[in-house]
């Protein structure tokens, strides 16, 4: 059954350098009253039920030895290397499969026991078997220096990724800009295509109206040289006049006979016997 221990309780468990919260049943670290306690330097956290640390146990850099043996820690946080002062750290009987990079930073680290752990199986020569302190000793060393390796060959493969990510970004943009390029210069293909559809338009709308403006000219010429049409109503005058001087002509020529006749006798007779 797990508990919290009050304040109260956490000091009543400092004794000098030491805080003694091993057997607490534990589940949570209670950092903060922890970190009221800058002089505990020597912390047992052993046989409780810790899973996991906090982020904020990072914060307890006041630690010179610290003892987390036989909990349920599957991990550490990645921040671990924060406790730069630990120069012990017991951590037999956990269920740690790795430990995180930071660790390297660890560099007073003087005692290490990771037995117990899977961890010790994943890394045999490394870890050793923790069995005796010098075998302890020597896994502090071996531990920070293999984890110096794999800090350098992840910045290594750092590396590599930002370059390769970075010269993919640079392939990225030149693709676009020669996307951007191809676009600008479709636009103006587009806009030069409009401009001589427009251009040749207008030559066709010039070309129209002169045409046009021939045509009217030369209808406008051959109107001036047509004789002009006779006008009908001019045409019955001009007969009717003929009509009437013939007229005249015919009676004048009458009268003229019949005065000519009076006188002269063959005349006179001559119409006498048409007459008759």
Not at 127 to 147: F, K, T, Y
Not at 149 to 170: D, G, I
Not at 218 to 230: G, N, S
Not at 248 to 261: E, K, M, Q, S
């Amino acid at each position: 059954m797990t508990r919290k221990l009050s304040k109260e309780e956490i000091k009543d468990k400092f004794d000098g350098e030491e805080l003694d919260l091993s057997l607490c049943n534990l589940a949570k670290v209670p950092v903060r009253e922890m970190a009221s306690l800058p002089k505990a330097r020597v912390v047992d956290l052993s046989c409780n039920n810790l899973t996991t640390l906090p982020d904020a146990f990072c914060t307890l850099r006041h630690l010179v030895r610290l003892d987390l043996s036989k909990n349920a820690l599957t991990e550490l946080p990645t921040e671990f290397g924060n406790l730069n002062q630990l120069k012990r750290l017991d951590l037999y009987s956990n269920q740690l499969s790795s430990l995180p990079l930071s660790c390297v930073d660890l560099e007073q680290l003087r005692w290490l026991d990771l037995k117990s752990n899977p961890i010790q199986t994943l890394w045999p020569d490394v870890i050793g078997n923790c069995l005796s302190e010098d075998e302890c000793r020597q896994c502090a060393i071996n531990v920070i220096r293999h984890l110096k390796t794999l800090a350098a060959n992840e910045e290594q493969a750092n590396l590599v990724r930002l370059s390769l990510e970075k010269e993919q970004k640079a392939l990225e943009e030149e693709k676009e800009r020669e996307k951007q390029v191809r676009k600008r210069i479709k636009k103006q293909q587009e806009k030069q295509l409009k401009r001589e559809a427009y251009e040749a338009m207008e030559r066709q709308k010039k070309m129209m109206a002169e045409e046009t403006d021939k045509d009217l000219k030369a209808q406008e010429e051959f109107m001036e040289t047509r004789p002009p049409k006779p006008d009908p109503q001019n045409e019955d005058g001009n007969l009717i006049g003929l009509l009437l001087l013939f007229s005249l002509l015919t009676v004048g020529i009458a009268v003229a006979l019949v005065i000519f006749c009076h006188h002269d006798a063959t005349c006179h007779e001559l119409l006498s016997s048409l007459s008759s």
